[in-house]
């Protein structure tokens, strides 16, 4: 591989390359069975084509959230912009504190939807594929929200980052 | 929604909103049933858990590479950085033209390789789901290469970007 160095073992050849991969940052929120709003970052969540308009996204089977996930029937896909930090650093830390009184609402359907953010989708669990200990949940698109444009909010090298033109 | 306007057409709802979402650029290669190299430029890539090491990415069946990428036992899954601009381009555009002759190789294991890139991993194909008109296509990593740091490239409102530090 000419110019490359070769690492024979995955998990280390995995770590590298996708520490050279940036990835956008969103929120995904549901509601748990007693009612209670659930939600965690991801940086997996990609369209999977426009007719139907289908979204994906991955999430580990051992994340506080997946008891709720694997129940929900709907799930909010919360895009983020820079403006968003504190809740994208917030939505990955503590569990029990990722939900404050006035950042969010629960919309007629009870899925959390959380202020501020650059756009909503709401997302229908159409199928749930599970491989080892995590899973890639498949959603339809049900309707959206959409806000003002602003610089996306992305994950890069454990950073959050945002775009820039190129050079 | 506050400050939200509300996009009913879920079609309408997924283009905003992913508009306002950004994401890294790979390129995915294998090789057809008779020996050809096929790739194409990919903004679904996402690791799915570090044990075992995988990797899910989305693909169109529609797609010119569908036909080899479904046959295939292993891919490549390249990451880009500023530098491969137009082997992102290419990759993406008439897929008669997408191999040159002295920017890529064959492997052990017939697999093509570009040269240029960030990093390559070597994936097996564990599962493919078929979703409608869609496929995701779920991963074991091999083993892989790493080259030296370079800023990465991303897409964001169809043009490719790179990363910036947070104001």
Redesign the interface.
């Known amino acids: ?18 520490r ?5 940052v ?1 929120i995904v929120t549901c509601s748990s069975p007693d009612g209670k709003p659930v939600g965690f970052t991801a ?14 996204f ?1 999430v ?1 089977r051992g994340s506080s959230s997946w008891p709720s996930l694997e129940k929900a029937e709907f799930v909010a ?1 919360h ?1 983020l ?2 403006s968003n ?1 504190e809740l994208a650093n917030r939505m990955a830390a503590d569990h029990t504190k990722r939900f404050e009184p006035n950042d969010w609402h629960k919309d007629a359907r009870g899925i959390p ?1 959380l ?7 709401i997302l229908k669990i ?2 749930i ?1 599970e ?4 899973a ?1 949940v ?1 959603c ?11 610089a ?1 909010l ?1 994950y ?1 090298q454990r950073s ?8």
Chains 1, 2 share one sequence.
């Open positions: 591989m000419n110019e490359l160095t070769p690492l024979d073992n995955p998990v280390e050849a995995l770590k590298a390359s996708f050279l991969h940036a990835s956008g969103a940086t997996s969540v990609t369209s999977l084509g426009a007719t139907p308009p289908l979204v994906s991955n580990a896909l895009t912009g820079v930090l939807l202020h501020g953010v650059t756009s909503v989708l159409r199928q594929v491989v080892e200990s995590n890639v498949i339809d698109v049900v309707e959206g929200f959409v806000g003002a444009e602003q996306p992305l890069h959050y980052v945002t775009v820039d033109k190129l050079a």
